[in-house]
């Protein structure tokens, strides 16, 4: 374990994970991160864009992981080149605006340490960091069906309707703004099934990805 952490801190790796609903995503983000002492942020991107753009806290959550029919990705992308000083974001709609705020605020948070960041398309923003691994964690729908019924108190019929609807809005969300497929393997570096793993079974299996990582860096195809 202490290999990991060492490798983590001289490497400044970056974690993302990107979830299906109800695969636990956030909660192997978390054992993760305790285990390698590094710091975990999910709804806590939110909190650092809003205070450091000056957006309202609660458009955030408004808009947090959610699809919007007037997204323009080319629009969005040309202004974050830009700067936030051009025409184009100062007439931007402001769900344009909490997207480049958090897009900024990943790369920030990337550049201060390793950490771990869940979902909000961080694995988007930090592709083109050499340190950065990214992780996709799916499940079983009856596994997801059961976790998600016993945590919210629903039948098992309305906790599937909630996964569905959940995974979605995290499916268009990701693919308008990013280009790519959510859940697609191709597009990530590691993908887990965490109903057959486990929590803890699916975070040592990053934490071991992270290990042979480094060390088979050298003898890449």
């Not at 999910?42 to 919007?68: N, V, W, Y």
Request: with cysteine; glycine share 6%.
């Amino acid at each position: 374990m202490q290999r990991s952490v060492n490798i983590m801190a001289e490497n400044n790796t970056i974690i993302t994970i990107g979830r299906q609903f109800g695969s636990a995503g956030r909660e192997i983000g978390k054992k993760l991160a305790s285990w390698l002492d590094v710091k975990l942020y999910d709804k806590e991107m939110l909190d650092r864009a809003a205070k450091e753009s000056g957006i309202c806290q609660e458009l955030f959550e408004t808009h947090d992981e959610k699809p919007t029919n007037s997204f323009l990705y080319s629009l969005v992308m040309d202004t974050y080149s830009l700067g936030y000083a051009s025409s184009s974001y100062t007439d931007m709609p402001i769900n344009h605006k909490v997207f480049l705020a958090q897009f900024d605020a990943i790369k920030k948070i990337a550049d201060e340490g390793p950490c771990i960041l869940v979902g909000r398309c961080a694995d988007y923003a930090l592709e083109h960091y050499p340190n950065h691994v990214s992780v996709f964690i799916h499940a079983d729908i009856n596994a997801r069906i059961r976790r998600i019924a016993r945590i919210y108190e629903l039948t098992d019929a309305k906790a599937k309707d909630m996964i569905l609807k959940a995974d979605k809005k995290r499916a268009s969300y990701y693919n308008y703004y990013t280009n790519k497929r959510w859940g697609d393997a191709a597009g990530y570096d590691l993908c887990l099934c965490s109903s057959k793993l486990g929590i803890d079974g699916t975070a040592e299996a990053i934490r071991q990805y992270v290990e042979l990582k480094e060390s088979t860096k050298d003898s890449k195809i």
